[in-house]
């Protein structure tokens, strides 16, 4: 069984930062990519950013620039460090792994990114 668990959320406000953190447990095969997702009410969940198993970076234009994705390789931990955040940013913000050898897809519990002033 695989979890993920996030933390680092929290309230901030505009033009602050937050470093969110998401640790990997469990008996995990071959990691194809991990990444961070985020889901602001009422509208759908969107990728954030993405770091393959060879560490190419992809983030999304909105957060180019001020958010940056990285990965301990030792425990598969990754975070988001969150820079200059904007009221947009405001979301539940989710980790997420697949793998591969057998292809799974797994999410985490989410946490809340609040940016208000």
């Known amino acids: 069984q695989v979890r993920l668990v996030e933390s680092g959320g929290g309230l901030v406000q505009p033009g602050g930062s937050l470093r969110l953190s998401c640790s990997a447990s469990?008996?995990?095969?071959?990691?194809?990519?991990q990444a961070w997702f985020r889901q602001a009410p009422g509208e759908q969940r969107e990728v954030v950013a993405s770091?393959?198993?060879?560490?190419?970076?992809i983030y999304d234009d909105s957060v180019k620039g001020r958010f940056t994705i990285s990965r301990d390789s030792a425990d598969n931990t990754i975070y988001l460090q969150m820079n200059s955040l904007k009221l947009e940013d405001t979301a539940v913000y989710y980790c997420?792994?697949?793998?591969?050898?057998?292809?799974?897809?797994?999410w985490g519990q989410g946490t809340q990114v609040t940016v208000s002033s």
């Open positions: 997420y792994l697949n793998t591969i050898l057998p292809v799974n897809d797994y």
């Open positions: 469990g008996r995990i095969s071959k990691i194809n990519v």
């Open positions: 770091i393959s198993r060879g560490g190419r970076q």
